[in-house]
């Protein structure tokens, strides 16, 4: 299991939005619920001592603002857009460097999809949106949702534009493990009895990070979020806009966030949902995210008490005891795993995993209720399910490369949270403290990039973004993947950052039901009218 804006498993790395549709709930928008409100914890964070100061870290500094001459072909290249058998949607496909560095040693191609704005009015250009992950097909997500989930007149007045980052989707996908190899993966126990387990474990990630670097190696080195961002230029030249407009969710408020740090004088209108702080390390950035979690599941709980299906308790069970339930209930699964109704089983991974896709939204609640209770009695078909929505696994068996691509930026982003069993087993008390029911499982998933098979590349760091147009950061005050902290210190950081804050559950803010945040970032994207300072919805 590992959490998206992070996944490999759920747990370890950027979330993110582990990026799904936002629309789809489950299936591809990345949504948390209930993180760390401010003065809503009774006691100093566990991740309090971990925390290294933000000021210290270094600042990303901006791009040059000339061109290189050898990028010059790239950035003057035209894209042809052709039907994409998405009714309304035209394809393309945009070359890249594959190294920036190096521009003549290869290119990437990368998938791009637009929907042509629908009004009549003044046209204000392009608006490109991501999703998440790292990993989530951005392209996917425009086609299903943006494209015409998005407020009619952000539609009418701007083209929707979307590309799948390298590595990603349809953008020369990172490929590792075939589907049965990450059937076995995914099952895989994460929170270790005896040294065997451990040893199995371990194994499990090393056999994942070696078949990335056998299939993968061209591109391994080069899906790094400042890469990405350095493509989304080329794809705002190729657009024939002077200005980025951008809205990206949870990962992608990295990756905007990125993109404005190297080219600031062409930000447009840019809104980060559901931020990301830069300045932390890897292990910071998990440890956070388990306490999101456990914040996420005592608003699950308290609110399944309340009602007359819950399985974890009934009048009288407090929110300890219906947690004592669950853990109880993941613990009979670790020796007896439940039948599902097909060739799989349902052990203690995959259920903690469902568990975990469910508090990404609070809308997954009754769903989350109905396949606990259904798994408490035998039958873990509906908790596999949510399972498998989190991983993208279809119902023929196949992974999108979600998975393989979070991995493979993640690692190059930040260097790995642990290096080894032994250092994890030193910070697991510290995890179980943020999260009882999840934190031993998601300190485990946490090693993910210990073994993988290039060095990162990245460090933690500041970005200021001196001299960009105003960007609005939006946070959630009970969001588990991205803690609401992460919003108010992204938004400290940048030099022109306007904070939007949502005080509810839930991870993202923008189209999940708060009039008030959508006219907020309706007014600013269509109008340039930022928020005004301390500006709060509900």
């Known amino acids: 299991m590992q959490t998206r804006t992070s996944p490999s498993r759920p747990g370890g790395g950027r979330p993110a939005a582990r990026s799904r549709l936002a629309a789809a709930a489950l299936v591809t928008a990345a949504l948390l619920v209930a993180a760390c409100s401010p003065g809503g914890s009774a006691g100093p964070s566990p991740a309090a001592s971990t925390r290294t100061d933000a000021a210290a870290a270094p600042v990303l500094a901006p791009l040059p603002r000339a ?47 637009r929907k042509a704005a629908t009004g009549s009015g003044k046209p204000l250009g392009s608006l490109l949106v991501n999703p998440g992950g790292p990993g989530g097909s951005a392209v996917g997500y425009l086609q ?10 952000v539609r009418a007045r701007y083209d929707m534009v979307a590309m799948d980052p390298r590595g990603v989707a349809r953008s020369e996908p990172v490929e590792c493990l075939d589907d049965g190899l990450m059937d076995t993966y995914t099952g895989t126990d994460v929170t270790p009895d005896d040294q065997a387990e451990q040893d199995a474990a371990v194994a499990a990630d090393k056999k994942f990070a070696q078949a990335c670097g056998a299939h993968s190696a061209r591109l391994l080195r080069h899906v790094s979020t400042v890469e990405v961002a350095r493509d989304m230029d080329i794809l705002r030249a190729a657009l024939g806009d002077p200005k980025l407009n951008y809205v990206g969710a949870s990962y992608g408020t990295f990756l905007g966030a990125t993109y404005a740090g190297l080219f600031p004088g062409r930000v447009g209108r840019m809104v980060l949902d559901g931020a990301l702080d830069p300045s932390l390390d890897s292990r910071t950035v998990n440890l956070e995210q388990a306490e999101g979690f456990e914040t996420a599941f005592q608003a699950f709980t308290a609110d399944c008490l309340r009602r007359a299906d819950c399985p974890l308790g009934g009048r009288g069970t407090t929110p300890g005891q219906a947690a004592g339930h669950l853990e109880a209930f993941f613990h009979r699964l670790d020796g007896h795993p439940v039948p599902t109704g097909g060739d799989r089983e349902l052990g203690e991974a995959l259920a903690t995993t469902g568990v975990i896709a469910a508090m990404y939204d609070e809308g997954a609640w009754g769903r989350l209720r109905a396949a606990l ?26 992974y999108s490369n979600l998975m393989m691509a979070n991995n493979a930026v ?69 969001d588990p993947a991205t803690p609401y902290r992460w919003a108010q210190s992204l938004a400290r950081q940048l030099s022109s950052g306007h904070l939007l804050t949502y005080a509810g559950d839930g991870h993202t803010a923008y189209l999940r039901g708060s009039t008030c945040v959508d006219s907020t970032i309706d007014t600013y994207l269509l109008h340039g009218t930022p928020p005004p300072a301390g500006k709060r919805c509900s």
């Open 373 to 398: 209770a259904a798994a408490m009695k035998g039958d873990g078909a509906a908790l596999l399910a949510l399972s498998d929505s989190y991983y993208e696994r279809d119902a023929n068996g196949h």
């Open 144 to 153: 299903q949702y943006a494209g015409v989930g998005y407020p009619a007149e």
């Open 67 to 113: 061109t290189p001459a050898a990028l010059a072909p790239y950035y003057t290249q035209r894209l042809t857009w052709r039907d994409c058998g998405v009714p309304g949607f035209q394809c393309a496909t945009m070359k890249a460097p594959l190294d920036y560095d190096r521009p003549g040693a290869g290119d990437v191609r990368l998938a791009v999809t």
């Open 410 to 478: 993640n690692c190059l982003d930040l260097p790995p949270a642990f290096t080894g069993p032994r250092q994890l087993r030193q910070a697991q008390p510290a995890f179980e403290k943020a999260s009882p029911v999840f934190g031993e499982a998601l300190a485990w998933t946490s090693l993910n990039c210990a073994y993988w098979p290039v060095r990162a590349t990245g460090e933690p760091h500041r970005i200021t973004a001196q001299g960009a147009a105003p960007i609005v950061v939006v946070g959630t005050t009970r």
